[in-house]
């Protein structure tokens, strides 16, 4: 029961972070463009990313958020391996932007882009961290209730 009402918890604050963002960079669309187009690793592909980026965030949410309403418990799987290998990929991006780039524009949306970038970078690594756990327990509940199941 305890990882039951941890993997909700995770589940709520990705919804939360990929729900906000998400909305955010597509209220924001000319804005989320324009930082992409400084990133020295994105700029090629602003067009796709700026619209991609925000429409996975928000379907990840919504993926998460579908199992609190209905028993499609496999959506929730689905949105914890997703938006945690989103999180990782965003984690990779800054720590290269970090490492590898001398100019550091930031596409975030609203209060994540008040952080600095190695802020940001450890508040991606707990979210994927988070992200990781998230999947761990789940993955264990739904083997638990494997097992009773194939006991009744």
């Known amino acids: 029961m305890k990882k039951a009402i941890i993997v909700d918890v995770i589940a ?3 919804i939360l ?3 906000y963002t998400g909305i955010y ?3 924001g669309q000319e804005y989320f463009k324009a930082a992409l187009y400084k990133s020295p ?3 090629k592909y602003t067009e796709i990313v700026a619209v991609a980026i925000p429409v996975i965030e928000v379907l990840i949410a919504t993926a998460l958020l ?3 309403f209905s028993h499609q418990i496999r959506f ?3 949105g914890l391996y997703a938006g945690t290998i989103l999180m990782a990929l965003f ?5 290269y ?3 590898f780039s001398n100019g550091l524009p930031c596409s975030c949306g609203g209060i994540i882009q008040k952080m600095n970038w190695h802020q940001h970078f450890y508040f991606n690594t707990g979210f994927t961290c988070l992200g990781i756990l998230g999947i761990w327990l789940n993955n264990k509940q739904e083997g638990v209730q494997n097992e009773q199941l194939a006991m009744s």
């Open 41 to 43: 690793l994105i700029s």
């Open 12 to 14: 709520s604050l990705y």
């Open 91 to 95: 984690t990779l991006y800054v720590g």
């Open 17 to 19: 972070l990929f729900l």
């Open 66 to 68: 579908i199992p609190f």
């Open 25 to 27: 960079k597509l209220l």
């Open 76 to 78: 929730r799987k689905w």
């Open 97 to 99: 932007m970090l490492k």
